[in-house]
Nanobody
Framework: QVHLVESGGGLVQAGGSLRLSCTAS????????MAWFRQSAEKDRELVAL??????????ADSVKGRFSISRGDAKNKNTIYLQMDNLKTEDTAAYYC??????????????WGQGTQVIVSS
């Protein structure tokens, strides 16, 4: 089983930036395809961004394209991913979660959810 730990959330004004981090600890010999999700009071959990095992393929929800950037750590931290969030909007307010996903084309979350990290964007 993989243990997921997210961090980096906080309170920021609209137009500001935050950088989220997530570490997946589990099988040290495996690099996971991973993704960020978010859930708010108004919406069900939704996929925000995903990244391939090599980091060469990324994809984003339309609502965050051009504002968010997903990346992953170096070889020593290959199962750490980041989400750089710029030009934040109030509608980005949500709890953000990471997870291991089945594949780039089938982003089904596979592991128990972590505690998430809360992002609040004020107007």
């Amino acid at each position: 089983q993989v243990h997921l730990v997210e961090s980096g959330g906080g309170l920021v004004q609209a137009g500001g930036s935050l950088r989220l981090s997530c570490t997946a600890s589990g099988n040290l010999g495996v690099t996971y395809t991973m993704a960020w999700f978010r859930q708010s009071a108004e919406k069900d959990r939704e996929l925000v961004a995903l990244i391939s095992r090599s980091g060469s393929i990324t994809n984003y929800a339309d609502s965050v394209k051009g504002r968010f950037s997903i990346s992953r750590g170096d070889a020593k931290n290959k199962n750490t991913i980041y989400l750089q969030m710029d030009n934040l909007k109030t509608e980005d307010t949500a709890a953000y979660y990471c997870n291991v996903i089945e594949s780039i084309t089938q982003p089904t979350p596979l592991e128990p959810w972590g505690q998430g990290t809360q992002v609040i964007v004020s107007s």
